[in-house]
């Protein structure tokens, strides 16, 4: 399958690849599910492969050595993003995460944001039961969102828990970013945050309006729904951003928002060297909302679906939590005792591996990759559901099952959970992951501490994703019980 290249006079090897159909390329054989697709092209061609969307050539990367080479040893050749259609509406372009700009005022760029978030959220709380500003949040919204649960069960008998774990990991960002919150039943925020399928499909590794471009000019839904998306997105951060630049006090910071404003300004005035404009904060705010909500509701969504699916292993879950901080309102610290809990959530993120690629990378320089030649500009797609579901990592992948993470001593086997690849590596590295983890942990620990999760009689659960950048399950019902007697439901 090797094919040979010439580039400046020299005979380069290029990748081994499938054949692939002129005008579409490999578009059609991808399927419903290309990551699966990727596993068995494995197979044939090994861990890196060619394959060409329209007329696109794209990398794809399987297996942790061949990953772990691309993202993190050679990770600034890598380190790049392609020009994706979808979102390039996303925060008017000055998005850091998915705007092709590259290079040291990109560096600045995250390095700024990454401060911000972490600044902002281990800020000292309010109140003097919770450790940081971010636990504070978390510890609030989720008993909202624990009365809601119940409440909508009193109410239907049954229901889909999306839009009330949607509102609540939301209002944790908001809350971050704004110092705001909203009610559960505030239409108008829901519009904003609730993203449907066809932005899920849009946004997918392999979008077609991606690689063939006269796609981007058809009026389908899922080529113009994430404009719609972005924009009435973009609007409401702009107008939040607006708002704080102009009540902006130095000696009274409010959010992320005003640490922004007052890292760029006040760097800006010391040293008159570029730092961020206006508009980039407007876009800086934009990725850390984005990106703070949609991945961790879509983390809960899952495993809610799983608790509902495997009732032993939510009740184990709940004597591990009444055995070990009874009921005592559950915060970071206790990750530390309660291995079993952290072993479920790692073992979501191997298992569901919801977000199944990275974000699609792109090469920056010509470079080369198990031997062969890939020039700059290369879009790189990395799997990494492969890799959460290789076989010489994971005895017996397809199985669920929490406890592969313990060791004998039932302690959280560390270097195993590093296997687990959802945050990315390297340059490209997701900068929420601590915020992510521990948000999650609060999240499902609280909601089990109060509540018992069940599916409705009869119903037939189905653990398929729906494909795109951050995959959903299909919609599903489930009741939730209050637990016990000293809690209230409504
Ligand atoms: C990027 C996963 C939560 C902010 C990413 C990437 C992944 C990821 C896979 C792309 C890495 C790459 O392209 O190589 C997740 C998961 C989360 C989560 C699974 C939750 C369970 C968060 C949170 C925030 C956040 C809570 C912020 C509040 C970002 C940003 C980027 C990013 C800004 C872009 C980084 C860049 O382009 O360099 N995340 N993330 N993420 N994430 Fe997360």
Same mark, same amino acid.
């Given at each position: 399958f090797v094919r040979v290249l010439r580039s400046?006079?020299?005979?380069q090897v290029s990748l081994p690849g499938p054949w692939s159909f002129p005008i579409v390329g490999n578009l059609?054989q991808l399927?419903?599910?290309p990551?699966?697709?990727f596993?068995?092209m494995?197979?044939?061609y090994?861990?890196v492969f060619l394959i060409k969307l329209g007329m696109v050539p794209v990398v794809v990367v ?8 691309v ?6 050749h890598f380190?790049g993003?392609p020009n994706m ?37 281990? &800020? %000292?709380?309010? =109140?003097?039961?919770? /450790? ?5 949040? $978390?510890?609030?919204? +989720?008993?909202?969102? #624990?009365?809601?649960? &119940? %409440?909508?069960? =009193?109410?239907?008998? /049954? ?5 009330? $774990?949607?509102?609540? +990991?939301?209002?944790? #960002? ?31 590794a392999a979008?077609p309006?991606d690689f063939i471009p ?146 699609p990378h792109c090469t920056?320089?010509d470079t080369t990759l198990n031997?062969c030649f890939i020039p700059r500009k290369t879009c790189t797609f990395i ?108």
């Amino acid at each position: 399958f090797v094919r040979v290249l010439r580039s400046k006079g020299k005979k380069q090897v290029s990748l081994p690849g499938p054949w692939s159909f002129p005008i579409v390329g490999n578009l059609l054989q991808l399927g419903d599910h290309p990551y699966l697709t990727f596993m068995e092209m494995r197979k044939k061609y090994g861990d890196v492969f060619l394959i060409k969307l329209g007329m696109v050539p794209v990398v794809v990367v399987n297996g942790m050595e061949m990953v772990k080479q691309v993202l993190l040893k050679d990770g600034e050749h890598f380190g790049g993003r392609p020009n994706m259609h979808a979102f390039s509406s996303l925060a008017e372009g000055k998005s850091f995460s998915f705007s092709v700009n590259f290079g040291d005022s990109w560096k600045l760029h995250k390095k700024i944001a990454s401060n911000a978030l972490r600044t902002f959220s281990k &800020a %000292e709380a309010k =109140s003097s039961t919770c /450790s940081c500003l971010l636990e504070e949040h $978390v510890v609030e919204e +989720v008993s909202e969102l #624990v009365k809601v649960l &119940a %409440e909508l069960t =009193s109410k239907n008998g /049954s229901f889909d828990p999306r839009s009330a $774990v949607t509102c609540a +990991v939301a209002n944790v #960002v908001c809350a971050l970013c704004f110092g705001k919150r909203y009610d559960h039943g505030d239409e108008e925020f829901l519009k904003i945050v609730k993203t449907n399928d066809d932005i899920l499909k849009a946004s997918r590794a392999a979008n077609p309006a991606d690689f063939i471009p006269c796609f981007r000019y058809l009026p389908l839904r899922i080529i113009n729904g994430p404009r719609v998306f972005y924009q009435a997105l973009n609007q409401f951060i702009a107008q939040h951003v607006q708002d704080h630049l102009t009540t902006y006090d130095k000696n009274h910071m409010r959010d992320i928002t005003d640490a922004l404003i007052h890292t760029c300004h006040s760097k800006y005035a010391a040293t008159k060297t570029a730092t961020l404009n206006d508009d980039e904060i407007i876009g800086t705010v934009n990725d850390l909302f984005g990106a703070g909500f949609e991945t961790v509701s879509t983390c809960l969504y899952w495993s809610f679906l799983y608790l509902i699916c495997y009732p032993e292993i939510q009740a184990k879950i709940q004597e591990e939590i009444d055995e070990n901080i009874g009921l005592k309102s559950p915060r970071f610290e206790d990750r530390k005792i309660l291995p079993y809990t952290e072993a479920f959530i790692n073992e979501i993120f191997r298992h569901a591996s919801f977000i199944p690629f990275t974000i699609p990378h792109c090469t920056t320089a010509d470079t080369t990759l198990n031997g062969c030649f890939i020039p700059r500009k290369t879009c790189t797609f990395i799997n990494m559901y492969q890799v959460n579901h290789d076989e010489t990592i994971w005895d017996d992948p397809a199985l669920f099952r929490p406890e592969r993470f313990l060791n004998e001593k039932k302690e959280l086997n560390k270097s195993l959970v590093d296997k687990v690849l959802i945050f990315g590596m390297g340059i490209r590295k997701c900068l929420g992951e601590d915020v992510a983890r521990n948000e999650v942990f609060i999240f499902i620990t609280t909601v089990l501490q109060q509540l018992k999760l069940k599916k409705c009689r009869g119903a037939e659960l189905d653990l398929t994703p729906i494909y795109g950048l951050a995959m959903k399950p299909k919609p599903y019902q489930l009741q939730a019980e209050p637990r016990s007697p000293g809690i209230s439901c409504c």
